[in-house]
């Protein structure tokens, strides 16, 4: 098929063909022809009558900012994946090609609002304030990351495929129940003089295939939760593509739970700011739930564990190079806004810089000891966990005196 279909059953009875699902999923202009697109890979910036408004205040100043936010994600996110080749980290999860998606809808986040990550949003982390060096702990296994959920509005990361959806959906109800909601944008009060709130959760395409996901949607539409579902659709789970997990696009699925889905280019960091900046002043209004499918693709493989090269294409790699979230704000700058090569030099240094600093934290980060394992389990002291852990170096105490 040469252009993407849209699927009208005839009957209740009527199926998609495997060619019309794979069309709706894919379609052939980086998304489909409802894709939402400001800045095109060439550079160029394309108006859009519903979302121009939600960036008519970015500045080109404001472009180099997001260009900046892009280069040192991305060397963060490299030098995560070089120390844990190296040894240093047990596991890195990539995000290579992601860092729009991410940028973008962190960016449009107010201080007020609150963020539920899954485990790849180390560019949502850059956005609140989390530093690179705050997340190899997790990686490294020795703690489960060393900032303040409370002060960044940053949770932990989430592990459990999808779970941080049903975490999301509770505190979203909270700020209903509790009357945070009703400011129509950032910064402007509730009729109680308190400033609107919103959530934002994250997952991945291979997530909407867990119960999770389906639970918060159900909630979050029953309640009004002021939550905006953030789907980077990267076109594989792991090594299942899209088009077995769904008949139609993604956020299309939020037209059966009663609340509005759009997709976005999620290679556009200028798009996915208008998108995102959008569907949170939704979500202040009182009109949320909203689903945000961001259209990306996975450049590197789906975590240090897995090699892509077992079951993708080159040629599929290949292709979306030529749609690299970074070099389209380049080339933007350099033609629309005169920006020379001194600021991308200045850039590329502070990213080195960067990536120094983080190998260096990352070899010096102290080996805690076994009984680590004890620590922080509940809020509370518990008696229980107490006596586990003098057992515990009781034994690890005669171990040692067995092996001198």
């Not at 739970?257 to 998108?275: E, H, K, T, W």
Request: hydrophobic share 35%; aromatic share 10%; proline share 6%.
């Amino acid at each position: 098929m040469d252009e993407p279909q849209a699927w009208i059953p005839t009957d209740p009875r009527s199926r998609p063909s495997h060619d019309q699902v794979v069309a709706g999923l894919k379609g052939v202009d980086e998304g489909g022809p409802e894709l939402v697109q400001l800045l095109t890979p060439e550079g160029e910036r394309v108006p859009d009558e519903r979302f121009d408004r939600y960036v008519a205040d970015i500045t080109a100043e404001d472009l180099r900012s997001l260009y900046r936010d892009l280069v040192l994600v991305r060397r963060a996110d490299r030098e995560g994946n070089s120390l844990q080749r190296q040894g240093e980290l047990g596991l890195w999860v990539p995000l290579l090609g992601q860092e729009a998606a991410q940028v973008g809808s962190g960016r449009a986040l107010a201080p007020e609002d609150m963020c539920f990550p899954s485990y790849r949003e180390h560019g949502v982390a850059w956005c609140r304030g989390v530093d690179p060096t705050e997340l190899l702990g997790i990686f490294r296994g020795t703690d489960h990351g060393t900032w303040d959920p409370v002060a960044t509005r940053f949770h932990p990361y989430t592990i459990v495929i999808g779970n941080q959806c049903l975490n999301a959906t509770g505190y979203a109800m909270g700020q209903r129940f509790e009357s945070k909601v009703g400011g129509s944008v950032a910064g402007v009060g509730t009729a109680d003089g308190d400033t609107g709130e919103a959530t934002i959760c994250y997952f991945g395409d291979g997530a909407t295939s867990q119960g999770d996901v389906h639970e918060g949607f159900v909630w979050a539409a029953a309640y009004d939760a002021p939550l905006v579902f953030f789907c980077q659709n990267n076109q594989w789970a792991i090594s299942v593509p899209a088009e077995r997990q769904t008949r139609v696009p993604l956020y299309q699925r939020a037209r059966g739970y009663g609340f509005p889905g759009v997709r976005v280019d999620g290679n556009d960091v200028l798009a996915c700011l208008a998108v995102t900046r959008w569907a949170l002043d939704e979500c202040r209004t009182g009109n949320g739930p909203v689903l945000i499918e961001a259209f990306t693709y996975r450049m590197d493989s789906h975590t240090t564990s897995d090699d892509a090269t077992r079951y993708r294409l080159a040629d599929e790699v290949e292709l979306w190079k030529l749609k690299d979230p970074i070099e389209r704000v380049r080339v933007h700058l350099a033609r629309r806004h005169g920006v020379g090569a001194d600021f991308f030099d200045a850039v590329e240094a502070e990213a080195d810089a960067l990536g120094e600093r983080m190998r260096a934290f990352c070899r010096a980060m102290p080996q805690p000891g076994p009984e680590r394992m004890f620590s922080q389990v509940y809020a509370e002291p518990s008696p229980t966990v107490e006596r586990q852990r003098e057992e515990f170096l009781a034994y690890h105490a005669s171990f040692a005196d067995q092996e001198g």
